[in-house]
T-cell receptor
Framework: AQSVTQLDSHVSVSEGTPVLLRCNYS??????LFWYVQHPNKGLQLLLK??????LVKGINGFEAEFKKSETSFHLTKPSAHMSDAAEYFC??????????????FGAGTRLAVHP | KAGVTQTPRYLIKTRGQQVTLSCSPI?????VSWYQQTPGQGLQFLFE???????NKGNFPGRFSGRQFSNSRSEMNVSTLELGDSALYLC?????????????????FGPGTRLTVL
């Protein structure tokens, strides 16, 4: 079975400081991993995806994530937070062997607050 | 290309009623998935349709059903509504699933339909 654990339900940072959102996954098979962002009253937007190519994945808006198989982690980082980054972030896992690639398993979400 | 569209955006129903939600995928996308988002349970997979056939199903009761039309548009139906069905229902489309080797990719989400059951 697959699962995703987002280690922090809330993260608060100051504008211009680094962002770290932590995600651990569990998957019996080679997973694909994603980070999605949801702004208030908006749908989900894909930030980045890992699909067994490079372990360091760059996404939109300056975000990146590193796949670490030994630690079963896929943490999301950004060097400098912007006010517009305030949103809820979801770590997502999927696999072709457990429901197929189009069955996304979501983490509980991390709400990121950015203060001036 | 136009994004995923969902109608209606907001719905208010009473217990026992039924409701139908509609989703139009991105042009060319043949896979449509549905998700339920609630504060308590988070985002949960409902089902996926591809070429008018249900390919995957989550752990929801039979009151939740769906279908897909030949133009890839999809509808989901919830019968005998319960208070706990109040949620944001998200539809997502994907270009995957055209047969042969599956290549992992991403899904593109619509803005959702917010259903309130009174």
């Amino acid at each position: 079975a697959q699962s995703v654990t987002q280690l922090d339900s809330h993260v608060s940072v100051s504008e211009g400081t680094p962002v770290l959102l932590r995600c651990n996954y569990s998957s019996s098979y080679s997973p694909s991993l994603f980070w999605y962002v949801q702004h208030p009253n908006k749908g989900l937007q894909l930030l980045l995806k890992y699909t067994s190519a490079a372990t360091l994945v760059k996404g939109i808006n300056g975000f990146e994530a590193e796949f670490k198989k030994s630690e079963t982690s896929f943490h999301l980082t950004k060097p400098s937070a912007h006010m517009s980054d305030a949103a809820e972030y979801f770590c997502v896992v999927t696999s072709p062997f457990s429901g197929g690639y189009n069955k996304l398993i979501f983490g509980a979400g991390t709400r990121l607050a950015v203060h001036p | 290309k136009a994004g995923v569209t969902q109608t209606p955006r907001y719905l208010i129903k009473t217990r026992g009623q039924q409701v139908t939600l509609s989703c139009s995928p991105i042009s060319g996308h043949r896979s449509v998935s549905w998700y339920q988002q609630t504060p308590g349970q988070g985002l949960q997979f409902l089902f996926e349709y591809f070429s008018e056939t249900q390919r995957n199903k989550g752990n929801f009761p039979g009151r939740f059903s769906g279908r897909q039309f030949s133009n890839s548009r999809s509808e989901m139906n919830v019968s005998t509504l319960e208070l706990g069905d109040s949620a944001l229902y998200l539809c997502a489309s994907s270009p995957l699933g055209s047969g042969g080797a599956e290549i992992s990719g991403a899904q593109y989400f619509g803005p959702g339909t917010r259903l309130t059951v009174l």
